[in-house]
């Protein structure tokens, strides 16, 4: 009998500790689709696709994409993940959140069946993974101070700004965290003039690098930005798959890849080879989802210069185990495939 990949998917619910505040907005319910193939030996293998509105998604339209790719799931060879990965991107431009949570899935279904930790099928030892920031979202002055407080077990503190009152954020965290590693996200809120005399600031601020200053299509003002700034800057808006790369050499320092952005971990891999055979930095982060969404982009943390893999860490209510940060130590199970159980 042939194989054949049977595909299900079940909403999850999740809700951050706190309302989490972007230059865009925020919320505290979010909604991911936890997406299951299951080979004919009964062998299962899971992934999470956490879409964005900011990308056109939502969890109903992953559920619509799932419909478009079935037909094309259910005949695909999971050992064949390069494929699996082309064959989607042929059947759904869009959609990458859905894409990747099928990739995800595939890779756990591999890696389960080899009876490996998903690390160890991507040739990698998770003992190289870079520490994860932490997030510090957008809040009034003593939500702020409350937040770092919180934050005490972390090393590194991401700081979202792209307000009226950055500079005050900014100051107040410091001030806060006078020693921890501060990286800001702009979100692309700002203009390339404000971003310029922003970085200088940051820069007086000890900051280490940032991230995203401008709307996303102004490749030529994150360039004049790029040539002002004493620092790194980050494209992440700007950087969805490895094609993006080579439109950003020269123009940034380095890219944020997230699963939810490229569809799949074999293009993940791929933004980091092409960053890297640019001399660019790369960082990965994600998107508010589990720790199932989180787990398969922790396994390939070794190839990043740079981690805020916090998704899962800001939930009041992760259904998934097996993966965490604590202390922004990057830690995966070593249980084959990607190694999350549910709560
Ligand atoms: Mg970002």
């Not at 989607?88 to 099928?102: D, F, G, I, Q």
């Not at 800001?184 to 280490?208: G, S």
């Not at 922004?328 to 084959?336: E, F, H, L, M, N």
Request: include cysteine.
């Amino acid at each position: 009998m042939s194989q054949t990949l049977q595909l299900s998917h079940q909403f999850l619910n999740l809700n951050t500790r706190h309302p989490f505040v972007i230059a865009r907005g925020g919320s505290s319910g979010w909604k991911t689709v936890w997406v299951k193939v299951r080979d004919n030996d009964g062998v299962e293998g899971w992934g999470e696709a956490a879409p964005n509105r900011f990308y056109g998604e939502t969890a109903e339209s992953v559920v619509v994409a799932l419909e478009v790719l079935r037909p094309l799931i259910e005949e695909l060879d999971p050992f064949d993940l390069e494929g699996a990965e082309q064959a989607m991107e042929k059947a759904l431009r869009y959609n990458a959140s859905a894409r990747s949570a099928v990739s995800a899935a595939l890779h756990d279904l591999v890696a389960k069946r080899l009876g490996v930790p998903l690390y160890r099928l991507l040739g990698l030892n998770p003992a190289a993974s870079p520490r994860s920031s932490y997030t510090i979202g957008i809040a009034d002055d003593d939500t702020l101070r409350q937040r770092v407080e919180e934050a005490a077990d972390y090393p590194i503190l991401k700081v979202k700004l792209g307000t009226d009152r950055d500079r005050d954020i900014l100051h107040i965290i410091r001030k806060a965290a006078p020693n921890k590693v501060l990286r800001v996200d702009a979100n692309a809120a700002w203009t390339p003039r404000q971003a310029v005399r922003m970085a200088e600031i940051l820069h007086d601020y000890d900051v280490e690098f940032l991230e995203q200053p401008l709307q996303a299509h102004d490749i030529e003002g994150l360039r004049f930005v790029r040539e002002r700034s004493p620092l790194p800057i980050i494209a992440d808006e700007s950087c969805l798959t490895s094609k993006d790369v080579a439109r950003l050499v020269g123009v940034v320092d380095g890219v944020n890849l997230k699963l939810a952005k490229c569809g799949g971990l074999r293009e993940a891999v791929r933004i980091v080879t092409t960053a890297r055979s640019h001399g660019m930095l790369v960082m990965a982060g994600c998107m508010i989802e589990s720790s199932l969404g989180i787990g398969a982009v922790a396994h390939m943390a070794p190839l990043l210069d740079f981690a805020d893999l916090d998704g899962a860490a800001l939930l009041a209510n992760d259904p998934f185990t097996g993966v965490s940060i604590a202390e922004g130590r990057i830690s995966v199970s070593d249980a084959p495939g990607i190694g999350v159980t549910p709560n």
